[in-house]
């Protein structure tokens, strides 16, 4: 397969969507046996991954009203999520640049996967290719999976005997781990479990979820004010002064040759 000059082989990029799209679409059938669990239909479980795709939001909402939390609070817990895609979006219509026409059908597939496969890509012919594969086999992959997890928990009766209660929250961690690589993300990460793990007890059920969010804010702010600079460290002077004696620099009005003597 042809690539663009400098670009990578599109058949290494199909490799590297399909390995995501496949790894992370098995996924779904912990969402489809947490999703039953949690009281959910069959149809319901399947409507949620066909028009919502976004797996934290999907894990958030069905996690909260397993645990008896208000509809209202979890979707708000499974909205803020959601958010974030929108920011994907704002970036990727740059790569992308495609055709109106296609852009709300491209918006279903805006998410942490499909905008990771796109950043790493060189040359806008692979941004679309990644994009594409990693959207096309993820989203078909998933809505397969969420099928077989909600009709096989049907099957099964009571998930929490058998510990399935467990599958969705293990997934989650187990895709949020590896993106955080900076001391900053674990930070915001500790801080949230606290103060999640902190308000279960004394919190209406999906409350935590929108109370763990300020650690993001929290830990920006503290490190923004660590990298700021104090009053002590600031220069005296202004923007443009220069000390006496200093090269480089002559008073206005002054001639430039220091000895006086015109010429």
């Known amino acids: 397969m042809r690539s663009e000059e400098g670009g990578k082989p599109d058949a290494a990029v199909i490799r590297d969507a399909l390995g995501v799209g496949v790894a992370v679409g098995l996924s779904g059938f912990a969402f489809g046996v947490t999703s039953a669990g949690s009281g959910l239909s069959l149809l319901q479980t399947c409507a949620l991954s066909l028009l919502v795709f976004t797996g934290a939001s999907q894990f958030a909402l069905v996690g909260a009203l397993a645990a008896g939390g208000n509809p209202l609070t979890a979707a708000a817990g499974a909205f803020f999520l959601g958010v974030r895609n929108a920011f994907y979006g704002l970036r990727l219509s740059q790569l992308l640049a495609l055709p109106r026409a296609v852009r709300p059908f491209a918006a279903q597939w805006v998410i942490d996967e499909t905008t990771a496969v796109a950043l790493a890509q060189p040359t806008r012919r692979s941004v679309r290719l990644g994009f594409t594969v990693t959207g096309l086999s993820l989203y078909l992959l998933w809505n397969l999976t969420t099928l077989l997890g909600a009709a096989g928990a049907e099957a099964i009766g009571d998930t929490d005997a058998w510990g399935l209660d467990a599958a969705g929250p293990a997934v989650f961690l187990a895709l949020l781990a590896p993106m955080l690589k900076s001391t900053t993300e674990r930070a915001v990460a500790g801080i949230a479990v ?34 700021a600079p104090t009053t002590a460290d600031a220069p005296t002077g202004g923007p443009h002064e220069v000390p006496p004696g200093s090269p480089g620099k002559t008073p206005a009005g002054a001639p430039n040759d220091v000895s006086g003597e015109d010429r």
């Open 194 to 227: 606290l103060l999640g793990l902190g308000l279960l007890p004394v919190l209406p059920a999906g409350v935590p979820v929108l109370v763990a969010a300020l650690a993001a804010p929290a830990v920006l702010y503290v490190t923004g004010r660590r990298g």
